[in-house]
């Protein structure tokens, strides 16, 4: 296992979940699935603002009769396992005066977020944390806040290889999103379409395959079937509609193969995932954002999972945004959280040591 691969963890540790924007939903999502699941309270610290989850609590509290949730600071994670009952221990990570208005963009939850994830990582980096579960952040409020990064995945490559002391490029990660039936993983995440066309060569696909591989192989599956997409529509017809996959993609798959991956391709874009959804493949990967996630989000994003392939530790996450029109309503589904929490949980469950 090389140093970008998710380490050994045990049970004995709490999976941490960030609160996200305190502005969007994040907050209630967290109340609700710990509602829903009460079994989750004690294998869960959420990393936030007391007074924005004491908010979210109430407002889920109207649209659910179970009993009341509460949450109770802790002073550091080696006290996470001491709340009672419908009680659910908070690592004050971020400094908030008084919860900002549902909703709207806003450079204090932007920073507040961002605290959110920094705490959340180090911790997982010192080995204090079994996984990481983060809730929705907004894109232009972290901007707003001053921060670099354009999202959690970024960051947190960013965080882990600081903490490995070396260089980003170095610490290569990758975007997988699973739903019921279909799982895929991205060449290039948060680019625009230009930035991300220059971005398919030989060295990142090959790169990608590796990762997903790797991925694959901890999760129990060595020879997991891996399809590539091609770039251009059809795969290119022979070349007719672009050589990018005569020149590119297939001489990656092709030194994948010879690497002993179970890789094929490229396969024509537009058939690709439903062949996967159907049983052929166990993972497609894409060549840019947009192919890849419109067929999970159109098929599952009520059960989509974002996971973060490379890190050097567990991080899932939800597949839908802030939802802001949704926040303070008390009416957000729980279920793409709670799909990451339990996809965090089997994947920590099955490393070893």
Known sequence: MNASEQVSTTPHIP??????????????????????????????VVVGDMAT????????????DRATLGFVQIPDLSHWGEMTENHVSVIQACELKQPVAWGRIDA?????????????????????????????????????????HPGHT????????????????????RMMLSCPGLSTVLVSIHVSLRQALEAVTVERILQTLRITSAHFHRCGLPLARIAVAGLNPHAGEGGLFG???????????????????????????????????QGDFDVVVAMYHDQGLI???????????NTTLGLPFVRTSPDHGTAFDLAGTGRASAASLLAAIDAALQMTASSST
Do not use: Y
Request: include cysteine; aromatic fraction near 2%.
């Open 15 to 44: 999976v941490l979940v960030t609160m996200g924007d305190p502005a969007g939903v994040g907050p209630e999502i967290i109340a609700r699935a710990l509602r829903e699941r009460p079994e989750l309270q004690r294998q869960l």
């Open 53 to 64: 989850l004491e908010r979210a609590a109430l407002a889920t509290d109207a649209n659910d």
């Open 295 to 305: 067929p999970v989000k159109l098929l599952g994003l009520e059960h989509g999972v």
């Open 154 to 173: 970024e960051f947190l490559q960013a965080q882990a290889a600081a903490h490995q002391g070396v260089s980003v490029d170095a610490l290569p990660v």
């Open 108 to 148: 204090l939850a932007g920073r507040a977020a961002a605290d959110c994830i920094r705490f959340a990582a180090e911790a997982a980096l010192k080995g204090e944390a079994r996984a990481v579960v983060t809730a929705p952040i907004h894109k232009e409020a972290l901007a707003a806040a001053g921060v670099s």
């Open 243 to 277: 050589r990018e996959e005569l020149d590119i993609i297939s001489p990656a798959v092709q030194q994948a193969v010879q690497e002993g991956m179970q890789a094929s391709g490229p396969h024509a874009p537009d058939t690709v995932f439903m062949r996967a959804r």
